[in-house]
Nanobody, 127 residues
């Protein structure tokens, strides 16, 4: 089990950028595929982006493709989500999640594949 802590959220105007970080402890992040999800009030938690264990493969949801980029630095045990051209509809609590895997190239897009979750960081985009 790995502990995850998100940071970098905040209030930003529409069109602005934020970079979220997810720091892992209690485990080696290089053993995990990682994902970012978000949950808006009254809505289900939704997949946004994912990256494979080896960092070679990434995948983004259609709603954020071209605006959000996931990356990882296994040496720092940290995963990032760079968010550009933010829109008010991006307002949500953002969670990172870890999926332990031995398949280095796999990318996971469903919540059920992830066993460890952070507490979330709030992102608010004003119009």
């Amino acid at each position: 089990q790995v502990q995850l802590v998100e940071s970098g959220g905040g209030l930003v105007q529409a069109g602005g950028s934020l970079r979220l970080s997810c720091a892992a402890s209690g485990g080696t992040l290089s053993n995990y595929a990682m994902g970012w999800f978000r949950q808006a009030p009254g809505k289900e938690r939704e997949y946004q982006a994912a990256i494979s264990q080896n960092g070679e493969n990434t995948y983004s949801a259609d709603s954020v493709k071209g605006r959000f980029t996931i990356s990882r630095d296994n040496a720092k045990n940290t995963v990032y989500l760079q968010m550009n051209s933010l829109k008010p509809e991006d307002t949500a609590v953002y969670y990172c999640a870890a999926a332990r895997t031995t398949y280095g190239a796999n990318v996971y897009r469903t919540k059920s594949m992830y066993g460890d979750w952070g507490q979330g960081t709030q992102v608010t985009v004003s119009s």
